[in-house]
């Protein structure tokens, strides 16, 4: 874990008056908490595309990137299961030109193969603080709303009464040939997500959605972390 | 940061042995003349002082004219004078060594005004010096063994049992206090705390997590002072003893302006939900539903109960009991047809049914066999808990039959006797169900008798409700949280 690296992002964001980090970034500030995410480039102009295509391979995602993108799916910024080098140079020039933003590029990312979309998140309630968020992600979360929120920071018994909590957590078993989610790794997770809460008082929202379970692994897909 | 006053003592609180009321006027009936007499009704035994600036006397009683005047130190000081005045009374509360004061007086922060925040401002700086402060706008003290009660309270039990109640809202505390007399329910302490300048929620149920009198606490929440410092207490105190929590004024959503889903889905109220659930304490969402679980939690052994047998008559009894049941995650398992039978053998027949729940057919069926019929069921090893539903109000009809009152001819004395056998042969408790569908002016001798029947029950240690899918929530309730240990 590597307190400092997250604080350096949020620090410099904060001093360049932004009210959030970009999908790249807050994949970093998770990723130095110990949170497994996707592996990514960011591609800033079309030179870079190549060397990020030969690290990342085939298939991939490229998503739009910037602070000022909150919501990509909304705005069409967001390509899957590109297959090839053609598919992916024109992805990113239709993504590329509607990005703008400090921190702005095209994130060029590994293509996780799963179907089981969890969001994880944190939110700072004025009476108790940082509470993280766990439930059925992608467009289920708003529309179901099957969530479980507990108060940071969270003991491993508090991460797994909330995975009990949920209406839908027969999806974390091992259900349709999928093999069940690792609750340890998800439990790690989800304290995790409060640490920083508890860290990082600037952090005033995150939400990882989806976390997508891959070989029974969570891991974060999107993330949006808003500053205050 | 809630102060932590590890040095209060509660006990010159609870059972002053002097207490001065400060305000008693000797003429009409104020706050503090109220108090008196009520105090005096309800045959608190400690000595009380007077004190009013004109002087007089109150029903025999001398009223000293300043708190100064008071030929000795008291324990409690009961202030019900102008808001304007309550610092100085306050002050000189403190300067005669008592250890606190509640200020049934309003006029401050409930208010809003300058002058309203700057006289309980004034009362927080006094009660940092050296007095504890219950209220101010609230209504007291309420504690069975020291008969000191709050207002309106003259009529309220001294018996004195495990339930303490911590409450925001003066009517709420009250309301409270006569329901679970009603219920049979007893209690150690009960706070309205008003306003809460000094001690409030979280320092309350703190003590009341060691206070040994108290085994079931209750809380009735608007807001509280320091989120971080009531959660922990609030766990560490549900480690030991369930605490049952009313909050007041949840809403759906936060208002700020948010980006996240996270954010938005996280309101106040799911985010309260989640605090009490996190800390294993008992989420309940009116007054009534807070003294029925307490009334469960008092009277039931410290477990889960999964596994009910029903007993009872009319059509609906096997839907009705079997819905409310899952509803609240438990079975009502049928007995196998040996058992059945056996059951079957004591019932009238036709209309009766030995299978659980069980159907007695007949609201006349003698308290001797319905003991007979438990003691039976119970073999079931299965079943952890027995629901009885008394058919009590059908007697009226044999009052009208024999010309006697119907309190007369119905056997709930009888019944609660053989109940509670049933009870200590069996080692499983038994919920009873005072079911009533008469309660008209016409049927006032039906709703006495049920109230005699209620405190058969309650004085043999026998929980009794009105209704079965209230019972089974109460019960649920118990479940919830030994459950929840179970899980730490």
Redesign the interface.
Known sequence: MNKQTAAKIVDRARQQGRSALSEYESKQVLAAYGIPVTREILVEDSGGLDAAIGEIGFPLVMKGCSADLAHKTEKNLIRVDLRSREEAARAFEEIRGQVTGAGGGVLVQEMVAGRRELVAGMTRDPQFGPCVMFGLGGIFTEILEDIAFRKAPLEKTDALAMMREIKGHRILGAVRGMEAADTDMLADLLIRVGQIGTDIDAVTEIDINPVIICDGRPKAVDALIALG | MTKYAPDTDFERIFNPGKTAIIGASSKGIGFGSGMFFALQAIGYQGEIFLVNPKGGTLAGHKIYESIAQIPKTFDLAIIAVTAAAVPRALEACREKGAAAAEILSSGFKELGTDEGLALEAQIREIAARGIRVIGPNCFGIYCPQSGLTMLPGADLSRTTGPVAVSSQSGGMAVDFANTGKSMGLAFSKVVSFGNGADLRETELLAYFGRDTQTRVINMYIE??AD??VF?DTLKNVARSKPVIVLKGGLSAAGSRA??????S??G?R??W???L??ANAVQVSDMGEMARASLAFARLPARTYKNLCVLGGGGALGVGAADAAEKHNMQIPPFDPGLAERVEELLPRPGSSGRNPVDVANPYVAPEVLEQVMCLAAEDRRIDLQVLITLFHHYKNLAAMTGKPVREVTPFAELAERVENTVQKTGKPVVVILNNPKRGTDHLDVVEMMEQARRAFAERGIPAFDDLAEALEAISHVNAYYGGKA??
């Open positions: 807001g509280v989120g971080d959660f948010v980006l996240s889903h996270t954010a889905m996280g106040s799911t985010i939900r989640a605090i659930k996190q899980h730490e």
